[in-house]
């Protein structure tokens, strides 16, 4: 990928759907521009965005004629066209273990992340709001029972979809760069697998890079 034209992804690194899509471009050495979109000015519901997605999300991402959304979705695409060995598709089993996993980050881990993320960063810096605590402990209860799934997962493979490294783990980076900073950081002592997993997550080069311009911008 890395001798063609950059691809764009549009919206701001510090969107973990964003994010997830940078650190798979980082894993097949692809030339990208990220281009910014100001979501407090509301740019993600302007006509040139939605152009791009409907929805007025981000990440939208460009490829020459070709425009895609959604992060997970992306991701697989910018995998395959780099022929990365994160999704596994030389099997059928373990590329369906990733999706099965990619699908269980998503709707468990993602979703209590997102209203955790929401209101002990978003509400009180870009809202002017006071984090409403109960919101926060009602999904922390939540994301315990994800990572207690985790943890027994990791005492029998070395990552979520078997002794591999693949999207299914990767893909929960950016949220746990946020979660780590909060101030629900210490949940993860209870589950020393998963914070050892994802301690060696947070030192590949590619998510040191990303994470990085998360906290840049």
């Known amino acids: 990928m890395g001798t ?14 964003v994010a997830r899509v940078l650190v798979c471009l980082e894993e097949v050495g692809a030339e990208y521009e990220l281009v910014h979109v100001h979501l ?9 965005h939605l152009a791009r997605t409907l929805f007025g999300q ?14 997970r979705a992306i991701s697989r695409y910018v995998l395959r066209k780099g022929a990365s060995d994160l999704l596994r598709e030389n099997s059928l089993a373990e590329s369906a273990t990733v999706d099965a996993w990619l699908e ?39 994301l315990k029972a994800a990572l207690g799934v985790y943890e027994e997962r ?20 950016p949220m746990a760069h946020y979660l ?14 998963v914070k050892d997993w994802v301690d060696g997550m947070m030192d590949r080069p590619s998510v040191k890079k990303v994470m990085e311009l998360m906290d840049a911008s």
């Not at 701001?12 to 759907?17: E, G, K, Y």
């Not at 780590?180 to 697998?193: F, G, H, I, N, T």
Request: hydrophobic share 40%; with cysteine.
């Open 4 to 17: 063609e034209a950059k691809v764009k992804v549009f919206g701001p690194a510090r969107s973990t759907c």
């Open 40 to 48: 407090p000015a509301g740019e993600h519901k302007g006509p040139a």
């Open 58 to 71: 981000v990440p939208a991402f460009q490829d020459g004629d070709l425009i895609l959304f959604e992060s």
């Open 104 to 142: 269980a980050e998503s709707h468990n881990f993602d979703r209590a992340m997102s209203a955790i993320t929401f209101q002990c960063f978003v509400v009180p810096m870009f809202m002017g709001g006071t984090t409403d605590h109960k919101i926060v402990e009602e999904n922390l209860e939540k």
């Open 154 to 173: 990791l005492t029998r493979f070395k990552y979520l979809a078997g002794d591999f490294i693949s999207l299914a783990d990767l893909s929960h980076c």
């Open 180 to 193: 780590l900073a909060s101030p629900c950081a210490s949940v993860l002592d209870a589950y020393p697998r």
